[in-house]
């Protein structure tokens, strides 16, 4: 079977730094992807790691370390407009694994 | 500009009833997903397509069917809605080999009383 595991929720302040962690059990894993959803509303891409490593795309990065089947979504200077949920995804076999999201929840 | 669209946006049925949900995209893309959310639960895939007359099961396929007729459509039918139905759905779709990144439409939210 497939699992993923994240934290139900995280708090920060406008202007901190964020990490949102991601552990994985999967078989056929090609990836780990990270989606944005906010309340009442549709979840959208952020970003995809088939590599180890760091990806970066403006102030949120997502990280991959396959031997240790982990992730992570960096989020940095947060706004209030960042509050929403967060989830990670496996791909395999051309269909994504979601896992049961993360709540960020940013205070002025 | 391509999008992803549902309807409808909310229904309200009632148990035992036949629900169909609608799904059309104007991306082309050959890859259509269906999940259900539910809290605690996260998104969970009831059934997917990789072309037209192609359909798989997901993780939580039953109670529901899907039939591809055309790149555009994935409609999703509840043959006999139940209680336990009751969610918000969401339809998505890639490009074939690129299930990292879907599109989601806006979602149905469906009451089973």
């Known amino acids: 079977g497939q699992s993923l595991e994240q934290p139900s929720e995280v708090t920060a302040v406008e202007g901190a730094i964020v990490q949102i962690n991601c552990t994985y059990q999967?078989?056929?894993?090609?990836?780990l992807s990270w989606y944005q959803q906010h309340d009442g509303g549709a979840p959208t891409f952020l970003s995809y790691n088939a590599l180890d490593g760091l990806e970066e795309t403006g102030r949120f990065s997502s990280f991959l370390s396959r031997s240790d089947s982990y992730g992570y979504l960096l989020l940095q200077e947060l706004q209030m407009k960042d509050s929403a949920s967060y989830f990670c995804?496996?791909?395999?076999?051309?269909?994504?694994?979601f896992g049961t999201g993360t709540r960020l929840q940013v205070f002025p | 500009d391509a999008e992803i669209t549902q309807s409808p946006r909310h229904k309200i049925t009632e148990t035992g009833r036949q629900v169909t949900l609608a799904c059309h995209q104007t991306?082309?893309?050959?890859?259509m997903f269906w999940y259900r959310q539910d809290l605690g639960h996260g998104l969970r895939l009831i059934h997917y397509?990789?072309?037209?007359?192609?359909?798989n099961k997901g993780e939580v396929s039953d109670g529901y069917s899907v039939s591809r007729s055309n790149t555009e459509d994935l409609p999703l039918t509840l043959e006999s809605a139940a209680s336990s139905q009751t969610s918000v759905y969401f339809c998505?779709?890639?490009?074939?080999?690129?299930?990292?990144?879907?599109?989601f439409g806006p979602g149905t939210r469906l009451t089973v009383l």
């Open positions: 999967t078989s056929g894993f090609y990836g």
């Open positions: 995804a496996c791909t395999g076999t051309d269909k994504l694994i």
């Open positions: 998505a779709s890639s490009e074939p080999m690129k299930a990292d990144t879907q599109y």
């Open positions: 397509s990789y072309g037209v007359q192609d359909t």
């Open positions: 991306w082309n893309h050959n890859n």
